[in-house]
């Protein structure tokens, strides 16, 4: 589906609201232009409408004139079948205004001389008797208009009244729709964060994902929010405009039309251009996220390394390409914005001037003034939309982009969550020949087979990048096998769902990740059916309560980001304390004590000897005097398993396993001779 049709399913998914700002907009949209058309009938019927014939009548009313003995009324206001005397004009040329006893055959160009009226046409010059009006002659001969006049210039304020709420309420609907739309976007994304493969994140930076959650969401906010609105306000005011032009000159309108499709080729010239332009700004911002959320995770070792100088360096390098590629979009849009409209609005208004502007003026003319003022106030209104519509071409592109970068993310594959109720299994872990690669090209394990039963406790053991935690990663379902089969308790683990694996798994990692809580909720992780007299429990049973009871708040004791105020051993000890209260059947230590000191390991080793009781445990040391007691240990290298038996028994091949063993021993007892 293409990005512009799925931003229109977000969008209607909200569709009762935003309908309803859309016909609020169209309502405003609506009672704003009846403006220059209310205007118009203001100076055409009323304001100028005094020099339309006037008839000399019998009756008395509000629409009647006396003037010299005689009642004079418009010939537009007898009503049918009233009797109309004899025919008079009210003619103005410059400043003055003259009462012309007569009809007056046909109009022209006006002079006033020696108490007549001369009209200049193309029949010649024709001399009317004229009588100059007095101030409050005049004033008698606009009274009737007056009523008029207020009646549309109250109807012309109550339509701006109008117009203002109905335009509050469509920017109000829009906006709140526009939010619960990015609102909705974002936890789609989110959740959609949560089913992608562990893979998908090993070659992404996690300043990009954060970039694409805020940023590019908040693009496509303004999206909605701005651009939408504009374009639908201005399409509603182009068509209404252009209705109006045709209303009042046609053939003016015609001309006017030419905008279109300028306007059309407009966009595409600037989609040309700058679309790649904000694809690389888009990406950019997403690099600096990454460095920012990379540099800080790594201030320690910045600092300790004395690298802030080059690590800054490296930030102004992609700031100051950011800036770069932003000057080049800034350069494009003052030359494609509100400069160029101007340009074409002072044309559109030369050639309104050259077509009828100055001939219009004249008395004789076929165009009146209220249909010049109607036209040149249209005219004037028609280039406040195409003016929004182009300085809204830099946020269409960003969002644009924007949502291309979003739609691809929501596009990987993920795995679908679904509900773990299969009963505890007893933990008979069998790995079948099992090969592995995390490229298609290399396998980092090679024909692995061994079997863990019931309440066993495996160790893992070998250099760095042996397989250790590849076998770890297969067992709980991060990556799946490439050949062979992993089975818990005879069922192949690609049979079951994730949730289903895991559900009864539990893990403690070298170096534990806390979330931002406490202490009680990083060990329950807001499970609620954990309750916290077994969150209490578990914490005492590894020991933790005698390391946390001095914190000010104890098991609730806030936790920021990564515990990092916390102890590595008090990290490491709410980790355990987490695996112990979910309780699985299957537990593995991928190398729990290698950052930890010697008696809160003491404390630890005791805590693991509960951890173990009734449960498979797969434990990957470094420390191998921690595995001693091991039913089984496995010895990697390169893949495959070299050597497999308990220590006694791997000692006694002298192989592998004995060679490290020994090195570790002598590095101890060189240790302890230094110490002493």
Known sequence: MKTGNRLVQYALKYKKTLLAALLMLAVAVGAELTGPIIAKKMIDDHIIGIEKPWFETESRGKDTVAYKGKTYKRGDRFTEGEQKGKQVHV??????????????KEDGERRAANGELIIKNRDGETSYPASKLSKDELLAFYEPEVSGLIYLMGLYLGLLVLASFFNYGQRFFLQVTSNRIIQRMREDIFEHIQRLPIKYFDNLPAGKVVARVTNDTEAIRELYVAVLATFFTSAIYITGIFIALFLLEAKLALICMVILPILVLWTIA???????????????????????????????????????KETTEEFEKLNEEHFH?????????????HNMVGFIRNVAFVALIWYFGGASLNPGSMVSLGVLYAFVDYLNRLFQPISGIVNQFAQLEQARVASNRVFSLLDEKGIDVEEANNRRYKGNVVFDH??????????????????AKQGETVALV??????KSSIMNLLFRFYDVRTGKITIDGVNIQDLSRQEVRKHMGIVLQDPFLFSGTISSNVNLENEEITREQIEKALTDVGAENLLKNLPKGFDEPVIEKGSTLSSGQRQLISFARALAFDPA????????????????????????????????????????????????????????VEKGNHDELMKLEGKYYQMYKLQQGKQNAGSSLAG
């Open 434 to 451: 099992v090969s592995f690669g995390y490229t298609e090209d290399h396998d980092v394990l090679k024909d692995i087979h061994f079997e």
């Open 586 to 641: 299957i537990l593995i230590l991928d190398e729990a004590t290698a950052s930890i000191d010697t008696e809160t390991e003491a404390i630890i080793q005791e805590a693991m000897e509960v951890l173990k009781k009734g449960r498979t445990t797969f434990i990957i040391a470094h420390r191998l005097s921690t595995i001693k007691n091991a039913d089984q240990i496995l010895v990697l290298d390169h893949g495959q398993i």
């Open 325 to 337: 590629y932003q000057n080049k979009l800034l350069s494009i849009n003052a030359l494609l914005s």
């Open 462 to 467: 070998g250099h760095t990048g042996s397989g």
């Open 91 to 104: 003619l103005q040329t410059k400043l003055n205004y003259y009462f012309i006893p007569e009809a007056v």
């Open 270 to 308: 600037y989609r040309k251009f700058s679309s790649n332009y904000n694809e690389k700004i888009r990406t950019l911002v997403s690099d600096i996220n990454a460095m920012v959320n990379e540099s800080i995770q790594g201030m320690t070792i910045i600092q300790a390394f004395r690298r802030q």
